[in-house]
């Protein structure tokens, strides 16, 4: 037997991608950079410590920080990241939960 071709399937990745307007319209301030990052590792943290995923990053560009993560269940990561999301200043913001395809993505208003 060829255990090569015996691997079972990948997990169909989920995703959070939290959406925040910065206070220009390029990358924002040193100081609103600096709380993403600082939320950023609140996040990774505490998603590693309960094992739903990973926070893999974050952009910045037109006045807005976006940062990524990714799991098995994007409902289960979403609640280990919300108070942390929530607790960002930068308004408006929203997050969009993707389950998998476009169709099925929700958002929520932060």
């Known amino acids: 037997m060829d255990t090569l071709f015996d691997l079972p399937e990948p997990e169909r990745q989920q995703a959070v991608v939290a959406h925040y307007r910065l206070s220009d ?4 301030s040193p100081a ?3 709380a993403i990052y600082d939320a ?3 996040m990774t943290a505490a998603v590693e410590a309960a094992g739903v995923g990973e926070v893999d990053g974050n952009e910045f ?3 807005e920080a976006v940062l990524y993560a990714y799991g098995a ?3 289960a990561l979403f609640k280990i990241m919300e108070p942390t999301l929530r607790s960002l200043p930068f308004r408006p913001a929203n997050v969009v939960l993707r389950r ?4 099925s993505e929700s958002r929520v208003d932060l």
Do not use: C, P
Request: charged content about 45%.
């Open 25 to 28: 319209d390029q990358y924002g």
């Open 32 to 34: 609103e950079r600096e």
């Open 40 to 42: 950023e590792r609140v």
């Open 61 to 63: 560009g037109g006045g």
């Open 73 to 75: 269940d994007a409902g």
């Open 100 to 103: 998998g395809s476009r169709e």
